[in-house]
């Protein structure tokens, strides 16, 4: 399966955008789908995931109730909104796809497939 990720871009604080993760060549079924981002200079952080195939979630604390991941199958895409943005959630964003271990969720070195990327930038 290969990932295409798009909808970021420049916003001022407290605004709102929806990310984008659209699968080609395969399907998001059967697999863990999750958000990471990577701020200049550092790692690259967990943000939200579907950790079971019923649709449970997962998020980082700090995107907590701001931040939403949804998915649609249909058009096997799954989307990242995010509303009430802070100038510290300037990053590149990316979407990963995979079976990671139980547990082991955050680490970004197991998930296995990977987009490109797409920048969001929040102004102050």
């Known amino acids: 399966v290969q990932l295409q990720a798009s909808g970021g871009g420049l916003v001022q604080a407290g605004g709102s955008l929806k990310l984008s993760c659209a699968a080609s060549g395969g399907s998001f079924r059967g697999y863990k789908v999750a958000w990471f981002r990577q701020a200049p200079g550092k790692e690259r952080a967990f943000v939200a995931a579907f950790i079971f195939n019923g649709g449970d979630t997962l998020y980082t604390d700090s995107v907590k109730g701001r931040f939403t991941i949804s998915k649609d199958y249909a058009k096997n895409t799954v989307y990242l909104q995010m509303n009430s943005l802070r100038p510290e959630d300037t990053a590149v964003y990316s979407c990963?796809?995979?079976?990671?271990?139980?547990?082991?969720?955050?680490?970004?070195?197991?998930?296995?497939?990977w987009g490109q990327g797409t920048q969001v930038t929040v102004s102050s």
């Open positions: 990963a796809v995979g079976r990671p271990p139980f547990g082991r969720w955050r680490d970004a070195d197991l998930w296995p497939t």
